[in-house]
């Protein structure tokens, strides 16, 4: 692999040189690295750009490192990542992108992620994207997630994008089975004149399933961010939804969550506020001898954390 | 006027056979009634259906009333009413509406109101509709309000529709300049296979305005509610939205409360809620001997009042 894509591994997914375990490492569209390991096998797909991940049953506490990397300008890559988790497993699936402008051209990322999550199995799935470069090229990643929560299963999905990424649209679906449970912590900074869109649809279909989906975003310079959230109670089932945003300089966020309740025993919430950092906040810890900026720094990174 | 009509003033104005002050009585299309008041002047438009209702400046403390009544299925009412309301006028409109169907066609009134509220200017914007008839053919009401705040005003919109609206489609807009600040307060209850749809759209445009836009609903039967707000901070300002419903037997609820920040010191923040009756509430008034049925308009009551 090049040294670009060595310095994005080790933004993304904690590269110290090597992975243990089973991983697949992408480097513009091509493959720079693929190890299997016992429970989980990884082969390429033949139809299609992408990888088969398939996680034995009942595997205990493995993580698997799938990161993908765009290294110069004028690349657009399209990838199909399957997930089969085997019933009873548990996993931790780490799954960054960072993206490399040089040029004038977009560097571009679109990554297509399907998951089937058989009965009782638990998956930690992180997702941390990056774009650097001196190019003035954008750095775009178009991240799709699509999972199927089978019962009694878990997933919790962790979606940080804090820096350099110009444009992104996000759109994660997903069906619950009888009690399946899912969390979805999103994180999201923009600046400069980025964009950023995040779609959310959550069916909860089985009964006594439920949904926690937050998002904490920061909009700074002319950023513009818009948040949506679909949640449908389709039987028993909770669901709650919640978006937070803190509005910097002159930058926009839209926030639109949506709840349907499709019968009498969903109970579905949600929450949302955005506004600028709280002066008493601000003065607090410029009173403990913070600068302005280090104090704003200080509040911004307690809200992402 | 009719027999029906003046039932149906009594369900939706309070009327006991006559208004005081200033009032127009709206009657299957025709005017059924009309009185100006010194300050409050009612003139029937030239060019399409409806009167313009001038409140002189400075008004203080009065009411006029303006009812519409359908009276009989195979009418389709459109009424255009436009408020002009002077400076520091203190003025509550009492806009209630009416529809009987006594066949198998509809009974129709699309009403359009528009306010131009003048600086300083405080209104009561009272909406109660109701649907009654032994008919097959579908009470429907479809309400539009377009209202421009001026600086330092105050407008209050109370809606109510409890019972027996087929159908309905209630679009309200507002624009509110310096310091202007705007309550609405929906109630709204639909049974059997009724449909009702809401959308507000509030611009927070002056330095200052606020809105604080609260709906609660309750469905029963099959009947369907959607609930749409949309509020844009262009500027400091602050806004809330709530939806909270209460949903029963069969019947589905959608809320999608958007909220856009364009400004950094714009403060927005919404939440909904929706779900069944408490088991706990229930079980607690049945315990002081209430039935369930009881128990539960109870409930209601209290949610709607």
Same mark, same amino acid.
């Given at each position: ?41 990884? /082969? ?10 398939? #996680? ?13 990397? =765009? ?54 799935? !992180? ?8 190019g003035t090229g954008k750095r775009?990643?178009?991240?799709? /997630?699509?999972?199927? !929560? ?14 350099? @990424? ?9 069906? !619950? ?5 899912? =969390? ?17 649809? #959550? ?9 926690? #989906? =937050? ?10 961010? @818009? ?14 939804s919640e978006c937070d945003a803190?509005i910097m300089d002159r930058a926009? =966020? ?35 001898? !913070? ?15």
């Open positions: 692999m090049n040294a670009i894509t060595e310095k994005l591994l080790g933004l993304i997914s904690d590269f110290t040189g090597s992975f243990k375990g089973a991983y697949n490492i992408r480097e513009d569209g091509s493959c720079a690295g693929r190890q299997s390991s016992e429970n989980i096998v990884i /082969t390429p797909k033949t139809d299609k750009p992408g990888i088969d991940i398939h #996680v034995a049953p009942g595997t205990a506490e493995e993580t698997v490192y799938i990161p993908a990397c =765009v290294t110069h300008s004028d690349v657009e890559d399209l990838v199909y990542n399957d997930f089969y988790i085997g019933e009873g497993a548990d996993v931790t699936i780490v799954a960054g992108c960072g993206v490399h402008a040089d040029g004038e051209e977009a560097a571009t990322h679109n990554g297509i992620h399907s998951f089937m999550i058989g009965k009782g199995a638990k998956v930690r799935y !992180l997702e941390r994207h990056i774009g650097i470069g001196e775009i990643i178009n991240p799709v /997630t699509e999972a199927h !929560l089978g019962e009694d299963s878990y997933m919790e999905m962790d979606t940080t994008q804090i820096e350099g @990424v110009d444009s992104t649209d996000r759109r994660t679906s997903a069906t !619950l089975a009888a009690r399946a449970h899912l =969390v979805i912590r999103e994180k999201l900074m923009t600046h400069g004149s980025q964009a950023a869109a995040t779609d959310f649809v #959550v069916n909860l279909s089985g009964e006594d399933c439920s949904a926690d #989906v =937050v998002s904490r975003s920061v909009a700074k310079g002319t950023s513009r961010q @818009v948040f949506r959230s679909q949640l449908s109670g389709n039987t028993r089932c909770s669901g709650h803190i926009s =966020v839209s926030a639109i969550p949506e709840l349907t309740a499709n019968h009498l025993d969903a109970a579905l919430i949600h929450e949302a506020a955005i506004g600028k950092i709280a002066g008493e906040q601000l003065i607090k810890l410029m009173t403990l001898g !913070l600068s302005e900026q280090e104090a704003e720094r200080k509040i911004i990174e307690g809200f992402l954390k």
